[in-house]
Nanobody, 119 residues
């Protein structure tokens, strides 16, 4: 079961840190987001050994993905937030990072955490 937390309402330029409590999985993990009326999209992902990290172009330089393997927790530090970052954010895992980038996922989606950025 995936449990996301840490969302909230912030002004543009602000920061939030999202957390995802996940089952103990030795797999790549990623963050996704879904805005109203849009499909869920890949935001950032990392391999199990942290050697590979990918970011969606619009968040590069602003978002940082990390994980605490001992605590089975995935994080997303979001800085310099923009109104277009507003969405429900989800995490998930898959066998490969490439599969995650294509939207494939191993677990049922959690409830997500709402991020709202005001202008």
């Amino acid at each position: 079961q995936l449990v996301e937390s840490g969302g909230g309402l912030v002004q543009a330029g602000g920061s939030l840190r999202l957390s995802c409590a996940a089952p103990s999985v030795a797999r790549p993990m990623a963050w996704f987001r879904q805005a109203p009326g849009s499909e869920r999209e890949f935001v950032a992902g990392m391999s199990w050994n942290n050697h590979q990290i990918y970011y969606e172009d619009s968040v590069k330089g602003r978002f940082t993905i990390s994980r605490d393997i001992a605590k089975n927790t995935l994080f997303l530090q979001m800085n310099n937030l923009k109104p277009e970052d507003s969405a429900v954010y989800y995490c998930n895992a898959e066998n490969t990072l490439s599969a995650l980038r294509e939207g494939s996922h191993s677990f049922a989606w959690g409830q997500g955490t709402q991020v709202t950025v005001s202008s």
